[in-house]
């Protein structure tokens, strides 16, 4: 006579205990999320599996690749984060909408370690780069030293830009307080 089905199941997990040298406690706490998996376990594993290490590790759902990213709001400004907190590289991806009536005087400018790069989706940025005012216009990217003072405004209307930002214009940009 045939195995049962869940009886056959058992043989199954039992051959992948073996194969994965691993016991079946370890695995079962693994499973029930009580063990962490190492990842020298997880090649064993994957093979005992018959499976590739990504099959063995992929999300259910969309949301390690998909980011949705949530408004957030300043006197003038809406951005949006595009990169995942902690993201390879210490680089933060954002998009920001920039009105006339953000803050763009001489007490706005700012100065930070690093670079800022970004480039006009739509819009005419206006860039104050020290003493000098430079208009960025759609399709037209800007990069330059944050060691030297310079705000991000809109000239004419709302602009929005894509701006790639390291770890302290990060914090500058993103998260600096605002009167």
Not at 27 to 40: F, K, M, N, Q, V
């Amino acid at each position: 006579m045939p195995p049962a089905p869940a009886d056959h199941l058992v043989q199954v997990r039992a051959e992948h205990f073996r194969e994965c040298h691993l016991s079946p406690s370890t695995l079962s706490r693994i499973e029930t999320g009580h063990r962490r998996i190492a990842l020298d376990q997880l090649v064993p594993i994957a093979r005992a599996l018959d499976t590739t290490l990504d099959q063995l590790v992929e999300s259910a759902d969309d949301d390690d690749v998909v980011i949705r990213p949530q408004p957030c709001h300043t006197p003038g400004l809406t951005s949006w984060l595009l990169s995942r907190e902690r993201a390879l590289h210490g680089v933060t991806v954002a998009k920001m909408r920039i009105t006339p009536d953000r803050p763009a005087g001489a007490d706005d400018l700012k100065v930070h370690p690093g670079r800022d790069w970004f480039t006009v989706l739509s819009g005419t940025a206006r860039l104050h780069l020290g003493e000098r005012t430079i208009m960025v216009q759609a399709g037209d990217s800007a990069e330059f030293s944050t060691m030297v003072l310079h705000s991000i405004g809109a000239q004419d209307g709302p602009v929005e830009i894509l701006t790639i930002l390291d770890h302290d214009g990060e914090r500058a940009h993103l998260h600096a307080p605002h009167s």
